[in-house]
């Protein structure tokens, strides 16, 4: 039973363009999200979060909508770099589950020069 | 800082062979994770530990797996014996949890351990 999903497992931009990765969750119960980086051969890092209390949080380059009514989240990357080319995974938090992040299966972005 | 560290970076092992996995946790993080990554389910929590206890161990798959924590700066994750469907990319990763505070927030990861069982 996969509460946190990442429909699609790769996606592919241009360098300059948009890229948007998108995640869908089943717990209404989540009260904060995340998105990780993973590069091949290393261990995922931390790139951006929210709480459920807002809808938007920007960083730089890289914004994360919530729409909790559809438990749509997404993230955005303007411009993409090829340097962002990895594999992004979203997790979500429940307090309820003794605050443990679940993730998605992830999505792998490919930015081409 | 050296972050999380994991050992070995690989391991190759025969079906029926114990296998240890090695984590050693950020100095002063209280909070401990094993997960495993696999292409179907990406990466799934097998147990974890805040204050070296054991808080939830119900993604470890079955007997075969067990963690333990024995001090704050050490845990291990043990399968015995091996198979090949354990093949996956094992990683650990730590985090600070303020007591009685909100749930865990940023883990930090370390590189995992690529596991092969033939």
């Known amino acids: 039973d996969q509460q946190v999903k990442q429909n699609s497992p790769s996606l592919s931009v241009q360098e300059g363009r948009i890229s948007i990765l998108n995640c869908d969750y089943t717990?209404?119960?989540?009260?904060?999200f995340l998105w990780y980086k993973k590069y091949p051969a290393e261990g995922p890092t931390f790139l951006i979060s929210i709480s459920s209390i807002k809808d938007k949080n920007e960083d730089g380059r890289f914004t994360v909508f919530l729409n909790k009514s559809a438990k749509h989240l997404s993230l955005h990357i303007v411009p993409s770099q090829p340097g962002d080319s990895a594999v992004y995974f979203c997790?979500?938090?429940?307090?309820?589950?003794?605050?443990?992040?679940?993730f998605g299966q992830g999505t792998e972005l490919s930015v081409k020069p | 800082d050296a972050g999380v560290i994991q050992s070995p970076r690989h391991e190759v092992t025969e079906m029926g062979q114990e296998v240890t996995l090695r984590c050693k946790p950020i100095s002063g993080h209280n909070s401990l994770f094993w997960y495993r990554q696999t292409m179907m389910r990406g990466l799934e929590l097998l147990i974890y530990f805040n204050n070296n206890v054991p808080i939830d161990d119900s993604g470890m798959p079955e007997d075969r797996f067990s963690a333990k924590m024995p001090n704050a700066s050490f845990s291990t994750l043990k399968i015995q014996p091996s198979e090949p469907r354990d093949s996956a990319v094992y990683f650990c990763?730590?985090?600070?949890?303020?007591?009685?505070?909100?749930?865990?927030?940023?883990?930090?990861f370390g590189p995992g351990t690529r596991l092969t069982v033939t």
């Open positions: 717990n209404s119960m989540f009260d904060y």
């Open positions: 997790a979500a938090k429940d307090d309820n589950q003794g605050g443990k992040l679940i």
């Open positions: 990763a730590s985090s600070y949890r303020l007591a009685g505070g909100p749930g865990n927030y940023e883990q930090y």
